[in-house]
T-cell receptor, first 112, second 110 residues
Framework: NAGVTQTPKFQVLKTGQSMTLQCAQDMNHNSMYWYRQDPGMGLRLIYYSASEGTTDKGEVPNGYNVSRLNKREFSLRLESAAPSQTSVYFC???????????FGSGTRLTVV | GEDVEQSLFLSVREGDSSVINCTYTDSSSTYLYWYKQEPGAGLQLLTYIFSNMDMKQDQRLTVLLNKKDKHLSLRIADTQTGDSAIYFCAVVVGYQKVTFGTGTKLQVIP
């Protein structure tokens, strides 16, 4: 089925470790997004990529980096994980940036 | 920036109608969306309304938009246990400018 694929689904890190969350979409969408979801805080935008070759900061970018590898793939990197980065991370994509988003199934990350 | 508010929790009996409300602050909104999130899953786009519309109906779902009061609602008719989920409204105020509400958890009692 067409959609947004995220890997891994679950991850436990020790404080200070690094990791990359992978995201790929097969809908030929131009825009891609990384959100984190925390209880009581809804969804907060970390970074987005309006089109291939561009990336921009969202609401909560500190501690993260992103790479738009090609039109399909948008990765999120934690260089030195902190317990405050324990969260559920969602990747999403959209055609135009104003139309509805298609979300992946999420990565549940725990930093101990 | 845009502020989007939702009540945290709603409980209804199976077969009743559910009404989930959302208020927002930016009057320049262009598109408004409703998403559904089931446990352990990502958000799924349910329906949307353009800002030049007052109402949109899609099977059991009715979206009402009151632009004057900046109020959006989602009515689910004949609510079923499968409708239990968290519902998010999202407001688009410009290119790449989308704000999500905090989500309303709908509990359907059999």
């Amino acid at each position: 089925n067409a959609g947004v694929t995220q890997t891994p689904k679950f991850q436990v890190l020790k404080t200070g470790q690094s990791m990359t969350l992978q995201c790929a979409q097969d809908m030929n969408h131009n825009s891609m997004y990384w959100y984190r979801q925390d209880p009581g805080m809804g969804l907060r935008l970390i970074y987005y990529s309006a089109s291939e070759g561009t990336t921009d900061k969202g609401e909560v970018p500190n501690g993260y980096n992103v790479s738009r590898l090609n039109k399909r793939e948008f990765s999120l990197r934690l260089e030195s994980a902190a317990p405050s980065q324990t969260s559920v991370y969602f990747c999403a994509s959209s055609e135009s940036g104003t139309d509805g988003y298609t979300f992946g199934s999420g990565t549940r990350l725990t930093v101990v | 920036g845009e502020d989007v508010e939702q009540s945290l929790f709603l409980s209804v009996r199976e077969g009743d109608s559910s009404v989930i409300n959302c208020t927002y602050t930016d009057s320049s909104s262009t598109y408004l969306y409703w998403y559904k999130q089931e446990p352990g899953a990502g958000l799924q786009l349910l329906t949307y309304i353009f800002s030049n519309m007052d109402m949109k109906q899609d099977q059991r779902l009715t979206v009402l938009l009151n632009k004057k009061d900046k109020h959006l609602s989602l009515r689910i008719a004949d609510t079923q246990t499968g409708d239990s989920a968290i519902y998010f409204c999202a407001v688009v105020v410009g290119y790449q400018k989308v704000t999500f509400g905090t989500g309303t958890k709908l509990q359907v009692i059999p």
